[in-house]
């Protein structure tokens, strides 16, 4: 019986590793944040160990809230993360914790966590979603901020910057300085973020 545990833990690890680590590889591939991808692979494994380990033992209710208060507690002293690297964060954590936690078989598991990994691969190419960018510059032509110049300001903002701008948000205006803050909104060509 024993035996049958261990297998079944060692199984689930494995998965749950190998999954983690092509999710993040994914992540990874589009991103080349090598901090934030080391983290997350280890942040999986270890939530899969705390969680299995914990499962498996009785734990006594001020236990219980003792260690979620340490989690509460515990968060990055690092510049904050993105909402991309949060999302990428929270699929690790469900893995992980489907892994640990969850009563599905193996092979269930194993299809749960390729269709999240295939999903997530899916959404970061430009299948299913256009890759856009946008960014805030100054901009000093004022007289091209009018609505109705809408067309020349587009145009001028695409041979300034060389950047494929569908559209441009204004964001302000200082008659004093007599320039407008504008946010571009462009097309990506390329499939790194930058």
Known sequence: MESAVD???ATRLVINTLSVFVLIRCYYAYS???E???SFILFGVGVFLVTALLHSVTVTMGFAFGLFAVFSMLRYR???LGIKEMTYLFLVIAMALLAAVG???HLELVLLNGLIIALALVLETRVLLPRHGEKEVEYEKIENVHHE???ALIED???RTGLDVFRVDVVSISYLRDTAMVRMHFRQEGHHDR
């Open 157 to 159: 903002l695409r041979q």
């Open 32 to 34: 080349r944040h090598r």
């Open 78 to 80: 690092t510049e904050a």
């Open 103 to 105: 009563t599905m078989q």
């Open 7 to 9: 297998f079944h833990f």
């Open 149 to 151: 110049k809408q067309g």
């Open 36 to 38: 934030n991808a080391a």
